[in-house]
C-alpha cells in the first residue's frame, strides 16, 4: 500500500465514522424534539432534559457534518475549484486554503485542551453529563478538518489530489 492510499483510507475511514455518528447525533435530536412535543401537547409535561439533549445532539451533529462537508468539498469557499489548475496554481491554492482555516482552527486547538479540562467537572443542568465530553466535539472536529487540509497538500504535492472519486464513499 502507497502513502497516498493509506491516506485516502485513513481520511476515508475518518469520514465513515464521522458520518455515521453525525447522523445518529442528528436521528438522536429529532427523537428528542418528537418526544419533547408529543410531552408537551399531549401530556402537558415536557422533561427538560430533551431541549438539552437535542441542543447537544444539534453541535455534535453540525460539528461532525462540518468535517463530512469539508472532506467532500461541499463546504462553503471563497474560490471556485477549477479542474484546469497547474500542479503549482493547484498547490498554491490549497496552501492559502490550509494557511486559512489553520488561521481559524489554531487558536481553538491551543487553548481547547485546558477548556474542557475546566469544564470536565461541570455537569450539565438536566442531565448530569460532563460538559467537557458535550465541547470536546469543537477540538476534535476542527483538528480532522486541519488533518484533511494537510493531507490535501500532499495529494496536489503527489498529484492525486481529484477528491471527487471520494464523493460516493
Avoid: H
Amino acid at each position: 500500500m502507497t502513502l497516498i492510499s493509506l491516506l485516502r483510507a485513513i481520511m476515508r475511514s475518518i469520514d465513515r465514522l464521522c458520518l455515521g455518528l453525525g447522523l445518529a447525533a442528528m436521528l438522536l435530536m429529532l427523537v428528542c424534539v418528537c418526544l419533547q412535543i408529543v410531552a408537551r401537547y399531549v401530556f402537558n409535561s415536557p422533561p427538560a432534559w430533551t431541549e438539552e439533549l437535542a441542543r447537544y445532539a444539534m453541535v455534535w451533529g453540525a460539528m461532525l457534518g462540518a468535517t463530512c462537508a469539508y472532506y467532500r468539498r461541499l463546504d462553503p469557499t471563497l474560490s471556485v475549484l477549477r479542474p484546469g489548475l497547474t500542479r503549482r496554481q493547484a498547490l498554491l491554492r490549497q496552501i492559502v486554503e490550509t494557511a486559512a482555516i489553520a488561521l481559524f482552527i489554531g487558536p481553538v486547538l491551543w487553548f481547547a485542551p485546558a477548556t474542557v479540562e475546566r469544564l470536565l467537572d461541570r455537569p450539565t443542568e438536566t442531565l448530569g453529563f460532563s460538559t467537557g465530553v458535550i465541547v470536546a466535539i469543537i477540538p476534535v472536529t476542527m483538528a480532522i478538518i486541519l488533518l484533511y487540509a494537510l493531507v490535501r497538500i500532499v495529494l496536489v504535492v503527489a498529484d492525486q489530489d481529484d477528491f471527487s472519486k471520494e464523493t460516493g464513499s
